[in-house]
């Protein structure tokens, strides 16, 4: 069973319009819950995680991510759109069930056009 | 703080040769992680060590696979007689603490792209 799933391979929005990329897991624990994000020709950098406080994560340059656990969502979300945010986001999972072990989704590709 | 540095970026290989990848952690970073990233796939778990010790290489191919964390110098993976579906790339992740859960943040490297001719 995949363990987290990233629904889009592909989103494209334009400058200034809200952005989603939307992510499910699959845990039978609490889990740890991240999203990284991947510029090309550049190391992954960590946006935000969840590890079980409050279920609204606010991460860096105005990204945020809800926590849904009746869902088994954890969905990134931005209001607006800027140029730079184009890249790759990954959504990952950790957790007792997964040794502790970082589990990666199969990445979203953002583009955003002006 | 340079964060983690992966060496070389980009390797080519001949398949049979071998290919010698480098990761330097943050400084202070006694933690290691090797995942591997194939086309159009996420990153996947290889290999997670401390210094001079392997603590857990789950997600290694059983052959011709191999990692090391000497207590001076970079983090080594290596791969002998490669072939070309061990084109891809590689990235190394770094953490002062130990595993992955969220208490702990890895810090990664930009990677280093194998390509098997």
């Known amino acids: 069973a995949q363990s987290v799933t990233q629904l889009d391979s592909h989103v494209s929005v334009s400058e200034g319009t809200p952005v989603l990329l939307r992510c499910n897991y699959s845990s039978s624990y609490s889990p740890s819950l991240f999203w990284y994000v991947q510029h090309p020709n550049k190391g992954l950098q960590l946006l935000l995680k969840?590890?079980?406080?409050?279920?609204l994560v606010k991460g860096i340059n105005g990204f945020e991510a809800e926590f849904k656990k009746s869902e088994t969502s954890f969905h990134l979300t931005k209001p607006s759109a800027h140029m730079s945010d184009a890249a790759e986001y990954f959504c990952?999972?950790?957790?007792?069930?997964?040794?502790?072990?970082?589990?990666f989704g199969a990445g979203t590709i953002l583009r955003v056009k002006s | 703080n340079a964060g983690v540095m992966q060496n070389p970026r980009h390797l080519v290989r001949r398949r049979g040769q071998e290919a010698r990848l480098r990761c330097s952690p943050v400084?202070?970073?006694?933690?290691v992680y090797w995942y591997r990233q194939l086309p159009e796939e996420g990153l996947k778990f290889m290999v997670y060590l401390q210094k001079e010790n392997i603590i857990d290489e789950s997600g290694m191919p059983k052959e011709r696979f191999s990692a090391e964390f000497p207590k001076e110098g970079p983090s080594i993976l290596r791969i002998q007689q490669v072939v070309r579906g061990d084109s891809a790339a590689y990235f190394c992740?770094?953490?002062?603490?130990?595993?992955?859960?969220?208490?702990?943040?890895?810090?990664f490297g930009a990677g280093s792209r194998l390509t098997v001719l």
């Open positions: 990952v999972v950790s957790g007792v069930e997964y040794g502790n072990k970082l589990v």
């Open positions: 992740a770094s953490s002062e603490l130990a595993g992955g859960s969220g208490a702990n943040v890895l810090t």
């Open positions: 969840y590890t079980s406080a409050a279920t």
């Open positions: 400084k202070g970073h006694s933690h």
